[in-house]
Each structure stands twice: as C-alpha cells, then as structure tokens.
C-alpha cells in the first residue's frame, strides 16, 4: 500500500506560477512510475504529466506542454509539478498517482493505469 499526499496548491493568479507537491510513503519510491492528473469542476479527469521510474522519460498532455514541468526527488520520496504561465483554464484539483512497474522506461498516461492515488490539491487561476 501506498500513501499519497499531495500540497502545495492555492490561488494564483494569470500568468502566475506555483509548484505542487506528491510525498510517497512508498518504501521503494523509485520503483513507482508517477503521474498527474487534474479535475475541473463538471469535467473529467484528464492527464497532465507523467514521469518514469528514475525520471528517464517525461510527457505531457498537450495543453500543459512548455508550461509545466514534472520532476521527482528519490532521496525525498516526492514528485513535483512546476508551473508556470498559470491560465484559469489550469484551475481544477490536481491528483498525484503512482504505479509499481518493473521497467525504468515505463510511463503511464491514462488514469486506469495507475494504483494509488492522493486526495488532491486545489489549484486556482484568478482572470
């Protein structure tokens, strides 16, 4: 079992910046692909970003590309996501997830991948 906390969230405003974070209480964090996905309000959850085991691959979902970054400290358990050029349409809770995977390469970017997911964080940009 994996426990997910996400922080970081809050009020930002257009153009604005702000970095989220996900601690894992993985005993093996760097065995966990990660993720991020955002829900708006009457909207689905969609994919943001994703990053493999050790951080070797990146990706993004095309609306957040060059704006937000995805990273991740092994030695803190933590995943991070930067971002930058905040537009109210970014407004939505951001969710962390993880899955356990055997290959450094693999990244997931479809919710149903993953295993463990955080209580989320809200994130909001003010016109």
């Known amino acids: 079992q994996v426990h997910l906390v996400e922080s970081g969230g809050g009020l930002v405003q257009t153009g604005g910046s702000l970095r989220i974070s996900c601690v894992a209480s993985a005993r093996s964090f760097s065995n966990y692909a990660m993720g991020w996905f955002r829900q708006a309000p009457d909207k689905e959850r969609e994919f943001v970003a994703a990053?493999?085991?050790?951080?070797?691959?990146?990706s993004y979902a095309d609306s957040v590309k060059g704006r937000f970054t995805i990273s991740r400290d092994i030695a803190k358990n933590t995943a991070y996501l930067q971002m930058n050029s905040l537009q109210p349409e970014d407004t939505a809770v951001y969710y962390c997830?993880?899955?356990?995977?055997?290959?450094?390469?693999?990244?997931?970017?479809?919710?149903?991948?993953?295993?463990?997911w955080g209580q989320g964080t809200q994130v909001t940009v003010s016109s």
């Open positions: 990053i493999s085991q050790i951080g070797l691959r990146s």
């Open positions: 997830a993880a899955k356990l995977v055997a290959n450094s390469w693999l990244l997931f970017t479809t919710a149903p991948d993953y295993d463990y």
